[in-house]
């Protein structure tokens, strides 16, 4: 396992020096540009079929404007991808979206983290966001010293029951109102399950890629 992580580390080193940026002089959304078109992971054309329906109500939100799902359909062989599993294996430790009861971090949500980074940590995409805020001097240290700040910034509880993972990530509740969920993976899985209700869309985008 070790030869096989080496193994891709240096892959990955030869995938960051065929990017064409100049980690020193780009600023950030040349930076997101880049990874956004030499993520391996995304979702592309035919992977992901949506069907938006109508226009959501303005006057009354609770209207369903939108009887049918979100998603159509969602690519089996996308979905079995590592960083794919290793995501929802983490967003099933969060059953509980409510940030005003207790939601401390338990042993198999550690361990879903753990599993997470080690799956991504070595992915373009991951060594192209380090690359660029270490030749900036935005973070200082090893890649271990790296993840433990993002664990520390996504994964530490504040308030009751919130999290920065819980408020972008697996949804975020205050009083019954969703005041955070901004991932599709988790739209997707709460849809599945009837656990979340899509009523249409006030704005829409092409949207052509899919992102973690």
Do not use: C
Not at 71 to 88: D, H, I, N
């Amino acid at each position: 396992m070790k030869s096989l992580t080496v193994a891709t580390l240096f892959v990955t080193i030869g995938a960051l020096f065929s990017l064409p940026i100049d980690f020193l002089s780009a600023d950030v959304s040349t930076v997101i540009n880049v990874i956004i078109n030499s993520d391996k992971n995304k979702a592309g054309s035919g992977d992901i079929t949506l069907n938006y329906q109508d226009m959501a109500s303005h006057k009354s939100p609770s209207h369903d404007n939108a009887p049918k799902p979100l998603f159509t359909q969602v690519s089996s062989e996308l979905l079995a991808k590592p960083s794919y599993v290793a995501f929802s294996a983490l967003l099933a430790t969060y059953t509980n979206p409510d940030i005003n009861t207790a939601d401390p971090n338990t042993d198999a949500r550690n361990a879903a983290i753990t599993n997470f980074f080690s799956t991504v940590k070595t992915s373009v995409t991951m060594q192209t966001v380090f690359t660029y805020l270490t030749t900036n001097k935005f973070v200082t240290g090893t890649w271990d010293d790296f993840q433990k700040t993002l664990i520390d910034l996504w994964f530490t509880p504040y308030g009751t029951g919130n999290s920065g993972f819980k408020e972008v990530f697996s949804g975020a509740v205050d009083n019954g109102n969703v005041v955070g969920l901004s991932n599709w993976v988790q739209f997707y899985t709460l849809e599945k399950a009837n656990a979340i209700n899509y009523h249409g869309w006030f704005t829409r985008d092409k949207v052509n890629l899919f992102f973690l």
